[in-house]
């Protein structure tokens, strides 16, 4: 009894039922049982009749045998009782074993919808929110309790899809202010003798509308990754896709003396959406170039197996945190537990509005530094967020981890222990039909 209250109070919910069931027949068993014993033990009496004393002395004889016989047919009823209790006591114990198991059955049918829910949904993800459970069937609890579910994912659906409209929408509708200072400036430089400081001023602040730009770019990809759609899916080797992020970043890597190493086999590829994973491969890299020391290192492997195909891109550095490490894949988060900052026009910061972090020889508008915008600290060998040449957006990591989970995959950041950063990316593999078209 006392391990059945144990389970009731720790164990799931079809043990509770099953000990339930078993517990409630095994008490009705055993009053039945213990009523039946207790019919079955009463006794007769007799009285014996009057007569004459002649007859007096036939029926002491009468008696003296009518006693043996009583005490005969005590011993045998003793004997009955005693089997009676023995066979009650054996069909207890098999009608308890017998109610676990009929009680077991009946919980598992009675969770059973329940169980179909809770599949459903775990496999309900931000990318399928658009599905539903759906359940059919009588309007019981169960049923109740799915609908209630379903509400649930469309008002996430909902709010899912209105995030992602507005960024999109937003990032298109201030290209046209963008494009309007672009326009702007260039008229001012364009007039004839210009002043030096209106010159000075107007490549200010082009450099901040490229990183504007180059920001908005990056929600961009970053909310069609999160929306999951990958109608363009090819076969794409990462092997092209290093080369060609390391091509463009050949420059930078020179000027900082950066000793890069690739050791990517061919055929290791994956199955997804080129531009989305071109994107994702040319962040790491960036990454990788952007917040490395002078003089580092940078180790880029690939692997590619039956299960999964993994890019590796390694960095030399101070040792870092990895509780700050972890925090690098979320948007306009950089090491040392501050959002990035933009400068203000004076050189100051404005505000955490996550857009920039200083970065060493980049003047401001009023002669200060301008910001990078990048997740990470810029001091040497801290590795942050790489966005491209205009400075990172703050979305670099952000968005490998939302294109790696677009395709299936998964973004792990780890703090080498000798100092560094370790970005590991694992996708699923290329399929067997994309290899043979």
Do not use: C
Not at 177 to 185: D, F, G, I, K, V
Not at 211 to 223: I, N, P, T
Not at 350 to 360: N, P, Q
Not at 397 to 416: D, E, F, W
Request: charged fraction near 20%.
């Amino acid at each position: 009894m006392l391990e059945g209250m144990i389970g009731l109070r720790n164990g799931t919910v079809g043990v509770r039922f099953t000990l339930l069931y078993a517990v409630v027949f095994l008490l009705s068993g055993a009053g039945l049982l213990g009523l039946t014993f207790m019919l079955s033990g009463g006794r007769m009496s007799s009285v014996a009749p009057a007569g004459s004393p002649s007859a007096q002395a036939g029926l002491v004889a009468a008696r003296q045998r009518i006693h043996v016989l009583e005490e005969q047919l005590a011993a045998v009823h003793a004997q009955q009782s005693r089997q009676l209790l023995a066979g009650s006591l054996l069909a207890l114990v098999v009608m308890a074993l017998v109610s676990l198991l009929l009680g077991r059955v009946l919980a598992r049918r009675v969770l059973r919808p329940l169980r179909l829910i809770t599949s459903a949904t775990r496999r309900i993800s931000a990318d399928s929110l658009d599905r539903r459970l759906a359940v059919t069937g009588p309007a019981d609890e169960v049923k109740d309790l799915a609908d209630t579910i379903d509400e649930l994912l469309e008002r996430l659906e909902t709010s899912f899809a209105a995030q992602r409209r507005f960024v999109a929408n937003a990032s298109h509708e201030l290209r046209t202010p963008l494009a309007t200072m672009r326009a702007s400036l260039d008229v001012a430089v364009a007039k004839p003798g210009p002043a030096a400081s209106t010159v000075a001023l107007a490549d200010r602040v082009r450099t901040q509308l490229d990183r504007v730009d180059h920001l908005l770019d990056g929600f961009l990809v970053l909310a069609r990754a999160q929306h999951g759609a990958l109608a363009d899916a090819a076969r794409v080797d990462l092997g092209d896709l290093v080369g060609a992020a390391l091509r463009e970043r050949s420059a930078d890597a020179r000027r900082k003396g950066l000793s890069v190493t690739v050791d990517v086999p061919p055929g290791t590829a994956t199955q997804g959406s080129p531009a989305l994973l071109a994107r994702l491969v040319g962040n790491v890299v960036d990454n990788a170039v952007t917040h490395n020391e002078d003089g580092g290192w940078i180790g880029i492997s690939g692997s590619a197996g039956d299960e999964e195909t993994v890019l590796v891109v390694e960095t030399g550095g101070r040792i870092l945190d990895q509780r700050e490490v972890d925090r690098l894949a979320r948007p306009f988060e950089r090491l040392g537990g501050e959002r990035t900052g933009f400068p203000g026009p004076g050189g100051g910061r404005t505000g955490s509005s996550g857009l920039a972090d200083e970065r060493a020889g980049s003047p401001g508008l009023g002669g200060g530094r301008t910001g990078s915008s990048g997740l990470a600290d810029e001091r040497a060998g801290s590795p942050g967020l790489g966005g491209g040449r205009t400075g990172s957006s703050g979305l670099g990591l952000s968005i490998v981890a939302a294109v790696a989970a677009a395709h299936g995959g998964r973004l792990a950041l780890l703090a080498r222990p000798e100092g560094g950063l370790r970005v590991s990316v694992a996708l699923p593999p290329a399929s067997d039909a994309a290899v043979a078209a």
